[in-house]
Protein backbone atom coordinates (compact mmCIF):
# COMPACT_ATOMS: atom_id res chain seq x y z
CA UNK A 1 0.00 0.00 0.00
CA UNK A 2 1.38 3.89 -0.68
CA UNK A 3 0.80 6.24 1.43
CA UNK A 4 -0.71 9.63 -0.12
CA UNK A 5 2.21 12.10 -1.99
CA UNK A 6 1.05 15.58 -1.10
CA UNK A 7 -0.62 17.63 -3.97
CA UNK A 8 1.76 17.89 -6.13
CA UNK A 9 2.73 14.28 -7.01
CA UNK A 10 -1.44 13.39 -6.87
CA UNK A 11 -2.41 16.01 -9.02
CA UNK A 12 1.23 16.67 -11.47
CA UNK A 13 -0.90 16.29 -14.56
CA UNK A 14 -2.95 19.27 -13.38
CA UNK A 15 -0.36 21.67 -12.18
CA UNK A 16 2.87 23.16 -13.77
CA UNK A 17 5.34 20.79 -12.18
CA UNK A 18 8.06 19.11 -14.58
CA UNK A 19 11.03 17.23 -13.96
CA UNK A 20 13.10 19.99 -13.08
CA UNK A 21 10.30 20.63 -10.51
CA UNK A 22 11.75 19.92 -6.54
CA UNK A 23 8.52 18.19 -4.66
CA UNK A 24 8.47 20.02 -1.35
CA UNK A 25 6.07 18.12 0.38
CA UNK A 26 4.93 17.51 4.10
CA UNK A 27 1.88 15.14 2.52
CA UNK A 28 -0.44 18.12 2.09
CA UNK A 29 -3.94 17.44 1.08
CA UNK A 30 -6.41 14.14 0.97
CA UNK A 31 -8.37 15.65 3.51
CA UNK A 32 -11.38 14.30 4.77
CA UNK A 33 -14.34 14.99 3.20
CA UNK A 34 -17.12 14.14 6.25
CA UNK A 35 -20.93 13.65 5.68
CA UNK A 36 -22.62 16.22 8.83
CA UNK A 37 -25.53 14.83 9.96
CA UNK A 38 -26.05 17.71 12.78
CA UNK A 39 -26.27 20.21 9.61
CA UNK A 40 -28.02 18.15 7.44
CA UNK A 41 -30.79 17.72 9.72
CA UNK A 42 -31.10 21.48 10.55
CA UNK A 43 -30.89 22.50 7.31
CA UNK A 44 -32.72 19.55 5.12
CA UNK A 45 -29.53 19.94 2.90
CA UNK A 46 -27.31 17.05 2.12
CA UNK A 47 -24.07 18.76 4.22
CA UNK A 48 -20.31 17.69 3.99
CA UNK A 49 -17.66 18.97 5.29
CA UNK A 50 -14.48 19.57 3.94
CA UNK A 51 -11.79 19.73 6.99
CA UNK A 52 -8.70 21.34 5.62
CA UNK A 53 -7.34 21.49 9.37
CA UNK A 54 -6.15 18.19 8.61
CA UNK A 55 -3.38 19.03 6.34
CA UNK A 56 -0.03 19.42 8.00
CA UNK A 57 0.29 22.21 9.69
CA UNK A 58 -3.15 22.41 10.35
CA UNK A 59 -5.00 24.59 7.34
CA UNK A 60 -5.73 24.72 3.84
CA UNK A 61 -2.52 27.07 3.13
CA UNK A 62 -0.01 24.02 2.97
CA UNK A 63 -1.89 23.02 -0.52
CA UNK A 64 -0.75 26.02 -2.04
CA UNK A 65 2.81 26.86 0.17
CA UNK A 66 3.95 23.15 -0.99
CA UNK A 67 3.72 24.35 -4.68
CA UNK A 68 4.67 27.94 -4.35
CA UNK A 69 7.73 26.69 -2.08
CA UNK A 70 8.91 23.97 -4.87
CA UNK A 71 8.47 26.55 -7.49
CA UNK A 72 10.55 28.97 -5.54
CA UNK A 73 13.30 26.80 -5.35
CA UNK A 74 12.85 25.40 -9.02
CA UNK A 75 13.77 29.32 -9.91
CA UNK A 76 16.75 29.84 -7.58
CA UNK A 77 15.02 31.22 -4.58
CA UNK A 78 17.01 30.75 -1.10
CA UNK A 79 14.26 32.85 1.08
CA UNK A 80 10.42 33.52 0.92
CA UNK A 81 8.45 36.22 2.46
CA UNK A 82 4.74 36.71 3.22
CA UNK A 83 2.48 38.48 5.31
CA UNK A 84 0.21 36.95 6.94
CA UNK A 85 -2.81 36.96 9.53
CA UNK A 86 -1.16 33.63 11.44
CA UNK A 87 -1.75 30.21 9.04
CA UNK A 88 0.47 31.51 5.72
CA UNK A 89 3.24 32.00 8.07
CA UNK A 90 2.73 28.97 9.72
CA UNK A 91 2.84 27.06 6.44
CA UNK A 92 5.51 28.85 4.78
CA UNK A 93 7.98 28.58 7.62
CA UNK A 94 7.59 24.52 7.41
CA UNK A 95 7.96 24.34 3.79
CA UNK A 96 10.77 26.78 3.84
CA UNK A 97 12.70 25.17 6.61
CA UNK A 98 11.57 21.78 4.79
CA UNK A 99 13.10 23.00 1.58
CA UNK A 100 16.23 24.36 3.88
CA UNK A 101 15.95 27.56 2.67
CA UNK A 102 14.83 30.81 4.52
CA UNK A 103 11.22 32.46 5.34
CA UNK A 104 10.89 36.05 7.05
CA UNK A 105 7.01 36.55 7.59
CA UNK A 106 5.52 39.77 8.67
CA UNK A 107 2.78 39.58 11.02
CA UNK A 108 0.22 42.27 12.96
CA UNK A 109 1.39 42.16 16.24
CA UNK A 110 -0.76 40.74 18.78
CA UNK A 111 -3.13 40.10 16.51
CA UNK A 112 -2.39 36.14 15.63
CA UNK A 113 -3.28 33.47 17.43
CA UNK A 114 -1.55 31.64 19.50
CA UNK A 115 -0.46 28.17 17.99
CA UNK A 116 0.08 30.10 14.48
CA UNK A 117 2.92 32.37 16.47
CA UNK A 118 4.20 29.14 17.87
CA UNK A 119 4.26 27.31 14.67
CA UNK A 120 6.20 29.82 12.58
CA UNK A 121 9.06 30.44 15.37
CA UNK A 122 9.15 26.20 15.74
CA UNK A 123 9.87 26.06 12.08
CA UNK A 124 12.26 28.31 12.35
CA UNK A 125 11.00 31.48 10.39
CA UNK A 126 11.81 35.06 10.87
CA UNK A 127 9.40 36.43 12.14
CA UNK A 128 8.61 39.86 12.89
CA UNK A 129 5.59 41.64 14.81
CA UNK A 130 5.11 44.64 12.27
CA UNK A 131 3.03 47.59 14.06
CA UNK A 132 -0.09 47.51 11.57
CA UNK A 133 -2.34 45.24 10.27
CA UNK A 134 -2.60 42.34 7.89
CA UNK A 135 -3.08 45.04 4.85
CA UNK A 136 -0.16 46.69 5.99
CA UNK A 137 2.12 43.82 6.19
CA UNK A 138 0.93 42.68 2.28
CA UNK A 139 2.16 45.88 1.41
CA UNK A 140 5.71 45.31 2.81
CA UNK A 141 5.78 42.13 1.94
CA UNK A 142 5.08 43.43 -1.53
CA UNK A 143 7.26 45.88 -1.41
CA UNK A 144 10.25 43.74 -0.24
CA UNK A 145 9.63 41.11 -3.01
CA UNK A 146 9.73 43.34 -5.73
CA UNK A 147 12.80 45.23 -4.51
CA UNK A 148 14.83 42.46 -2.28
CA UNK A 149 16.13 38.85 -3.41
CA UNK A 150 13.12 36.85 -2.00
CA UNK A 151 10.38 35.23 -3.56
CA UNK A 152 6.36 36.34 -2.10
CA UNK A 153 4.21 33.48 -1.22
CA UNK A 154 1.45 35.21 -0.65
CA UNK A 155 -1.89 34.64 -2.42
CA UNK A 156 -1.02 36.86 -4.94
CA UNK A 157 1.67 34.56 -6.68
CA UNK A 158 -0.48 32.44 -8.82
CA UNK A 159 1.36 28.90 -7.76
CA UNK A 160 -0.63 29.45 -4.37
CA UNK A 161 -4.09 29.21 -5.82
CA UNK A 162 -2.70 26.71 -8.32
CA UNK A 163 -2.20 24.36 -5.35
CA UNK A 164 -5.09 25.27 -3.45
CA UNK A 165 -7.47 24.95 -6.49
CA UNK A 166 -6.54 20.67 -5.71
CA UNK A 167 -9.22 20.52 -2.70
CA UNK A 168 -11.93 21.08 -5.17
CA UNK A 169 -10.88 18.04 -7.41
CA UNK A 170 -10.54 16.45 -4.18
CA UNK A 171 -14.62 17.17 -3.69
CA UNK A 172 -15.66 16.33 -7.18
CA UNK A 173 -13.75 12.80 -6.73
CA UNK A 174 -15.42 11.65 -3.43
CA UNK A 175 -19.05 13.24 -4.54
CA UNK A 176 -18.57 11.95 -7.97
CA UNK A 177 -19.90 15.48 -9.23
CA UNK A 178 -19.73 18.92 -8.16
CA UNK A 179 -22.11 20.29 -5.58
CA UNK A 180 -24.79 22.55 -5.60
CA UNK A 181 -23.32 24.70 -2.98
CA UNK A 182 -19.73 25.63 -1.85
CA UNK A 183 -19.66 27.84 1.43
CA UNK A 184 -16.43 29.50 2.52
CA UNK A 185 -15.04 31.50 4.39
CA UNK A 186 -13.31 34.93 2.91
CA UNK A 187 -10.27 37.04 3.97
CA UNK A 188 -8.19 37.77 0.66
CA UNK A 189 -10.69 35.49 -1.57
CA UNK A 190 -7.39 33.34 -2.69
CA UNK A 191 -9.26 30.45 -1.99
CA UNK A 192 -12.15 31.01 -2.78
CA UNK A 193 -10.67 31.92 -6.20
CA UNK A 194 -9.02 29.08 -6.34
CA UNK A 195 -11.92 26.73 -5.53
CA UNK A 196 -13.87 27.84 -8.48
CA UNK A 197 -10.80 27.96 -10.90
CA UNK A 198 -10.81 23.84 -9.76
CA UNK A 199 -14.33 23.23 -10.08
CA UNK A 200 -14.57 25.45 -13.83
CA UNK A 201 -11.34 22.94 -14.37
CA UNK A 202 -13.18 19.69 -13.24
CA UNK A 203 -16.49 20.81 -15.52
CA UNK A 204 -14.22 21.40 -18.53
CA UNK A 205 -12.76 18.14 -18.08
CA UNK A 206 -16.09 16.81 -18.32
CA UNK A 207 -15.66 15.16 -14.95
CA UNK A 208 -18.52 17.14 -13.13
CA UNK A 209 -21.57 18.26 -14.66
CA UNK A 210 -22.14 21.81 -12.96
CA UNK A 211 -20.68 24.39 -11.45
CA UNK A 212 -21.41 24.54 -7.47
CA UNK A 213 -23.07 28.22 -6.55
CA UNK A 214 -19.73 29.65 -4.51
CA UNK A 215 -21.02 31.14 -1.49
CA UNK A 216 -18.52 33.39 0.40
CA UNK A 217 -18.69 34.75 3.99
CA UNK A 218 -16.57 37.64 5.43
CA UNK A 219 -16.72 38.45 9.40
CA UNK A 220 -19.19 41.85 9.79
CA UNK A 221 -16.21 44.25 11.01
CA UNK A 222 -14.10 43.25 8.00
CA UNK A 223 -16.59 42.70 4.77
CA UNK A 224 -14.87 45.19 2.05
CA UNK A 225 -16.17 42.78 -0.73
CA UNK A 226 -19.80 42.93 1.06
CA UNK A 227 -20.07 46.36 1.23
CA UNK A 228 -17.85 47.06 -1.70
CA UNK A 229 -15.30 49.12 0.18
CA UNK A 230 -11.64 48.75 1.79
CA UNK A 231 -12.02 48.76 5.50
CA UNK A 232 -9.50 51.09 7.12
CA UNK A 233 -9.26 48.98 10.41
CA UNK A 234 -10.46 45.72 10.24
CA UNK A 235 -11.62 43.84 12.93
CA UNK A 236 -13.13 40.03 14.32
CA UNK A 237 -12.47 37.70 16.97
CA UNK A 238 -11.93 35.53 13.64
CA UNK A 239 -7.99 36.68 13.22
CA UNK A 240 -7.51 34.89 10.19
CA UNK A 241 -9.73 36.80 7.86
CA UNK A 242 -9.14 40.29 9.61
CA UNK A 243 -8.72 41.20 6.23
CA UNK A 244 -9.88 45.05 4.84
CA UNK A 245 -8.45 45.15 1.62
CA UNK A 246 -8.54 41.39 -0.21
CA UNK A 247 -6.22 40.42 -2.88
CA UNK A 248 -8.35 38.49 -4.90
CA UNK A 249 -11.46 40.81 -4.89
CA UNK A 250 -11.32 40.98 -8.80
CA UNK A 251 -11.27 37.29 -9.30
CA UNK A 252 -14.03 36.64 -6.18
CA UNK A 253 -16.16 39.17 -7.63
CA UNK A 254 -15.82 37.37 -11.27
CA UNK A 255 -16.30 33.88 -9.73
CA UNK A 256 -19.62 34.92 -7.61
CA UNK A 257 -20.47 36.39 -10.97
CA UNK A 258 -20.10 32.84 -13.30
CA UNK A 259 -21.03 30.49 -10.40
CA UNK A 260 -24.49 32.78 -9.50
CA UNK A 261 -22.94 33.02 -6.45
CA UNK A 262 -22.77 35.08 -2.78
CA UNK A 263 -21.13 37.08 -0.45
CA UNK A 264 -22.22 37.97 2.69
CA UNK A 265 -21.13 39.33 6.53
CA UNK A 266 -21.85 37.44 9.61
CA UNK A 267 -21.45 38.79 13.16
CA UNK A 268 -19.16 37.66 15.68
CA UNK A 269 -21.74 35.89 17.81
CA UNK A 270 -23.02 33.76 15.18
CA UNK A 271 -19.35 32.69 13.97
CA UNK A 272 -18.97 31.32 17.86
CA UNK A 273 -22.36 29.74 17.81
CA UNK A 274 -21.54 28.46 14.57
CA UNK A 275 -18.19 27.01 16.18
CA UNK A 276 -20.20 25.71 18.81
CA UNK A 277 -22.78 23.76 17.03
CA UNK A 278 -19.63 22.06 14.90
CA UNK A 279 -17.75 21.33 17.73
CA UNK A 280 -20.74 20.11 20.00
CA UNK A 281 -22.69 18.42 17.13
CA UNK A 282 -20.69 17.70 14.45
CA UNK A 283 -17.37 16.38 16.28
CA UNK A 284 -14.79 19.03 14.28
CA UNK A 285 -12.82 21.42 15.75
CA UNK A 286 -11.90 24.32 14.02
CA UNK A 287 -10.56 28.00 14.43
CA UNK A 288 -13.17 30.66 14.62
CA UNK A 289 -12.61 31.74 11.15
CA UNK A 290 -13.65 28.13 9.65
CA UNK A 291 -16.83 28.33 11.56
CA UNK A 292 -18.25 31.26 9.50
CA UNK A 293 -18.77 28.27 6.67
CA UNK A 294 -21.22 27.19 9.03
CA UNK A 295 -22.84 29.93 9.96
CA UNK A 296 -23.50 31.25 6.30
CA UNK A 297 -25.05 28.14 5.58
CA UNK A 298 -27.20 28.72 8.67
CA UNK A 299 -27.87 31.77 7.72
CA UNK A 300 -28.62 31.20 4.04
CA UNK A 301 -31.05 28.03 5.10
CA UNK A 302 -32.93 30.33 7.38
CA UNK A 303 -33.41 32.94 4.56
CA UNK A 304 -34.88 30.04 2.72
CA UNK A 305 -32.30 30.23 -0.34
CA UNK A 306 -31.16 26.55 0.03
CA UNK A 307 -33.33 23.76 -1.13
CA UNK A 308 -34.22 20.42 0.44
CA UNK A 309 -31.75 17.67 -0.49
CA UNK A 310 -29.44 20.16 -2.50
CA UNK A 311 -25.64 19.08 -1.70
CA UNK A 312 -23.30 21.34 0.43
CA UNK A 313 -20.11 21.16 1.31
CA UNK A 314 -18.39 23.40 3.37
CA UNK A 315 -14.77 24.50 3.57
CA UNK A 316 -13.48 24.72 7.60
CA UNK A 317 -10.10 25.72 6.71
CA UNK A 318 -8.23 25.95 9.80
CA UNK A 319 -7.94 23.61 12.57
CA UNK A 320 -8.91 24.39 15.85
CA UNK A 321 -6.13 23.76 18.51
CA UNK A 322 -4.51 26.97 16.27
CA UNK A 323 -6.47 29.34 18.20
CA UNK A 324 -8.23 27.01 21.71
CA UNK A 325 -9.53 29.80 23.46
CA UNK A 326 -12.85 30.37 22.29
CA UNK A 327 -14.01 26.90 23.25
CA UNK A 328 -13.25 27.75 26.80
CA UNK A 329 -15.89 30.60 26.48
CA UNK A 330 -19.76 29.55 27.56
CA UNK A 331 -23.18 30.77 25.03
CA UNK A 332 -23.46 33.50 27.72
CA UNK A 333 -19.70 34.90 27.44
CA UNK A 334 -18.77 33.42 30.63
CA UNK A 335 -15.16 31.28 31.10
CA UNK A 336 -15.99 27.67 31.23
CA UNK A 337 -14.78 25.92 34.61
CA UNK A 338 -14.31 22.78 34.78
CA UNK A 339 -15.67 20.57 37.30
CA UNK A 340 -13.16 19.70 39.85
CA UNK A 341 -13.61 16.19 42.05
CA UNK A 342 -11.74 14.35 44.64
CA UNK A 343 -9.99 10.97 44.10
CA UNK A 344 -13.26 9.28 45.02
CA UNK A 345 -15.08 6.97 42.77
CA UNK A 346 -18.20 7.45 43.85
CA UNK A 347 -18.21 11.47 44.37
CA UNK A 348 -17.00 11.25 40.71
CA UNK A 349 -19.99 8.40 39.89
CA UNK A 350 -22.50 11.06 41.44
CA UNK A 351 -21.23 14.27 39.76
CA UNK A 352 -21.72 11.79 35.97
CA UNK A 353 -24.92 11.19 37.08
CA UNK A 354 -24.39 7.52 36.62
CA UNK A 355 -26.93 5.34 38.79
CA UNK A 356 -24.74 1.96 40.15
CA UNK A 357 -25.40 -0.86 37.87
CA UNK A 358 -27.49 -3.30 39.96
N1 LIG B 1 -9.60 30.62 7.00
C1 LIG B 1 -8.40 30.63 7.59
C2 LIG B 1 -8.20 29.73 8.77
C3 LIG B 1 -7.37 31.46 7.11
O1 LIG B 1 -6.19 31.46 7.72
C4 LIG B 1 -7.61 32.30 6.00
C5 LIG B 1 -6.58 33.19 5.50
C6 LIG B 1 -8.88 32.24 5.41
C7 LIG B 1 -9.85 31.40 5.92
C8 LIG B 1 -9.23 33.07 4.24
O2 LIG B 1 -8.62 32.62 3.08
O3 LIG B 1 -7.47 34.71 2.45
O4 LIG B 1 -7.77 32.87 0.81
O5 LIG B 1 -9.71 34.24 1.54
N2 LIG B 1 -5.49 33.39 6.10
C9 LIG B 1 -4.38 34.17 5.54
C10 LIG B 1 -3.15 33.98 6.41
C11 LIG B 1 -4.70 35.57 5.28
O6 LIG B 1 -2.28 34.84 6.44
O7 LIG B 1 -3.03 32.95 7.05
P1 LIG B 1 -8.37 33.66 1.89
Not at 154 to 181: H, Y
Not at 272 to 281: F, K, V
Request: charged share 20%; net charge negative; aromatic share 6%.
Amino acid sequence: AHQWRGVLREYADRLDVTDATPIITLGEGGTPLLPAPALSARTGAKVWVKYEGMNPTGSFKDRGMTMAVSKAVEAGAKAVICASTGNTSASAAAYATHAGITAAVLVPEGKIAMGKLAQAIAHNAQLLQVQGNFDDCLDIARDLAANYPVHLVNSVNNDRIEGQKTAAFEVVEVLEDAPDFHFIPVGNAGNYTAYFRGYSEELERGVSTKLPRMFGFQAAGSAPIVTGHVVKNPDTIASAIRIGNPASWELAIAARETSNGYFGAISDDKILEAHRILSAEVGIFVEPASAISVAGLLERADAGQIPAGATVVLTVTGHGLKDPQWALRAADGSDVQPTVVPVDTAEIAGVLGLAKAT
